[in-house]
């Protein structure tokens, strides 16, 4: 069983176990969604247009803690195309062709990515917090 405690001390324990708890699931929220963001790039790589090739190969993530008034640290995962950046909304939504004239139809590959990021890092945290 647990150990004894003083009365007294009894909210700085109740505090240490929950920054503990805290710390824990932070780290695994991290690393599934480093998980999440790979699997994501590789879904991207896979279903991009493949005219010259350098477009899917693009594809990547960025990592990083940002600093944010009232909060201490904010973990972002950015996934973005390093080569194109500019032809990821021209290719998802389409765009109008000047030399022919009307509209290039528009070849969804983003979204779906992006839907099924967003489940599993849904389930992956549903999963954690019941642990």
Known sequence: ??????IS????E????L???????N???MELTNTVAKKT???LKASSPKKTGSYGKGWGVIRKFQYKRGVSRVYTVV???????QLTHLLEKGHADIRHGGRVAPIVHIEPAEELAEIEMLAGIR????K
């Open 27 to 29: 780290e695994e929220v």
């Open 41 to 43: 790039v590789v879904m």
């Open 1 to 6: 069983m647990g150990s004894k405690i003083d």
């Open 9 to 12: 001390h009894l909210s700085e």
């Open 127 to 130: 999963k954690l917090g019941m």
């Open 79 to 85: 996934v973005h195309n390093k080569t194109d950046p």
């Open 14 to 17: 109740i505090a240490e176990t």
């Open 19 to 25: 920054n503990e708890f805290n710390d824990d699931f």
